[in-house]
Structure formats: structure tokens, C-alpha cells
């Protein structure tokens, strides 16, 4: 079964107005940590965003914001004001926590390519 | 703060040869791992180093993939002989030990390997 599901191949937006990317995630561990990386077409891997489990409140960083739905195992990625820079692929990943069997690796989805038209 | 630095950046080898992928963490990162990510997916964990120890690498093709990690700071991957279907990006994470699921990777740029 897969463990993270991204379902948008492919998301357009309108400079300036905000998108959502939607990820869901499957585990039984009670323990784990949700992360978005933004990939340019360079190739790097840049760390966006970490939501915890436990965390009561929704992750925000600057533009970027999780909206994080844990009964529906949903860790959607909202990014507001969107710029031309931030047309890139942006993959949802997974790490299981210590009472996991795959503790330690994150457990990326297939992504979802956005583009910013201006 | 220097980032993962990996090289090279770009290979291109014909099947059967072998290559080799080197990559130097966040300096104090403890954990490092290799991913190889094939076009059009997700990145696939190859193996996991905590210090200059296997942690898991049990999605490696043990066959033909190799990894050190000698004196537990840069690390080596090695493909002896290389298949085309190794042709990917191999990325190279670190981070520092934290024991919890909020412990953040970082990657380096990735060496694009292209197998003919």
C-alpha cells in the first residue's frame, strides 16, 4: 500500500494567488513527522516545511503553510501569494518514528509538478 | 553553513562499467543517507548510515551497489556493473541525530547518472 499519495500530477496557479497541494498518508504509528521538499529543475532537494504528530497547531514557514488534518491522514501543502520561482515539483514525505519499521527514512509520494503563470 | 556536497554532478556510462558517487554531509551531521530518485518519481531510500554504520539497506541492490562510510563523515556509493535501469539522480541526505520524527534531511544537488 502506498504510504504517501499525492493525487495532483499537475497544478497550475495564477501568480500571486495561493495553491494547494494535497498529500495523504498512511501509517499505524502514532509517531511520525510529515515533510514538504520543493525540487527546481536543477535537481536539489530543498526542505520546506515539517509538521509533527503530536504538533496541535498547523506548521507555517513564511508563504508556506500545512494544513494538517490528522483523522483524515491529510498533510496538504498551501502556499500563498505565489511567485514564478515557485514553479517546481513538491513532493510529501513521510518519516515513521522510533516505534516505526522504517524508522529513520522518509517515504517521498510521486509528486506534483506546479506552474506559476504570470 | 556549507551544505551536502556531492559529485560529480553529471556521469555517463555505458553498461556493464562501474562509477562511484561521493558525498560530504553537514559538517557534525551523524546520519547519512542515499536516495535514488528515477525520473518521473519520488526519491527511494538505498541506504542509511548513523556515524560510519548501516542502519538500513535493505532497498539496496546488494549485488551490484555498494556504501562506506569510512570514519563516519563522507561517504561513497559505488555501482559495479551498472544495469540501464540504473540511470537516476542519486541523492545523497543528512542530518543531525535527533531519535525523533522530526529529525530534518538535507540534501545535496544530486548526481545525474545516465547508463547507455
Known amino acids: 500500500a502506498q504510504k504517501i499519495t499525492q493525487t495532483q500530477p499537475g497544478m497550475f496557479v495564477q501568480e500571486k494567488e495561493a495553491v494547494t497541494l494535497d498529500c495523504t498518508y498512511d501509517t499505524s504509528d502514532p509517531s511520525y513527522g510529515l515533510f514538504w521538499y520543493k525540487q527546481p529543475s536543477s535537481g536539489e532537494m530543498i526542505f520546506l516545511i515539517y509538521?509533527?504528530?503530536?504538533?496541535?497547531q498547523n506548521a507555517t514557514e513564511g508563504r508556506y503553510s500545512l494544513n494538517f488534518q490528522k483523522a483524515r491522514k491529510s498533510a496538504n501543502l498551501v502556499i500563498s501569494a505565489s511567485q514564478l520561482g515557485d514553479s517546481a515539483m513538491y513532493f510529501c514525505a513521510m518519516r515513521e518514528g522510533a516505534g516505526g519499521t522504517s524508522y529513520g527514512k522518509l517515504t517521498f509520494g510521486q509528486g506534483t509538478i506546479l506552474t506559476v503563470h504570470p | 553553513e556549507a551544505g551536502v556536497a556531492q559529485s560529480p554532478r553529471y556521469k555517463i556510462i555505458e553498461k556493464r562499467q562501474s562509477v562511484a558517487f561521493w558525498c560530504n554531509p553537514i559538517s557534525g551531521h551523524a546520519t547519512l543517507y542515499w536516495y535514488q530518485q528515477i525520473l518521473g518519481q519520488g526519491p527511494k531510500l538505498l541506504i542509511q548510515?548513523?556515524?560510519?554504520?548501516?542502519?538500513?539497506d535493505s532497498q539496496l541492490p546488494k549485488d551490484r551497489f555498494s556504501a562506506e562510510r569510512l570514519k563516519g563523515v563522507d561517504s561513497t556509493l559505488k555501482i559495479q556493473p551498472a544495469k540501464l535501469e540504473d540511470s537516476a539522480v542519486y541523492l545523497c541526505?543528512?542530518?543531525?541525530?535527533?531519535?525523533?520524527?522530526?529529525?530534518?534531511?538535507?540534501f545535496g544537488p544530486g548526481t545525474r547518472l545516465l547508463v547507455l
Open positions: 541526505a543528512s542530518s543531525s541525530y535527533l531519535g525523533t520524527s522530526g529529525e530534518t534531511q538535507y
Open positions: 548510515f548513523q556515524n560510519n554504520g548501516v542502519v538500513d
Open positions: 509538521q509533527g504528530s503530536y504538533d496541535q
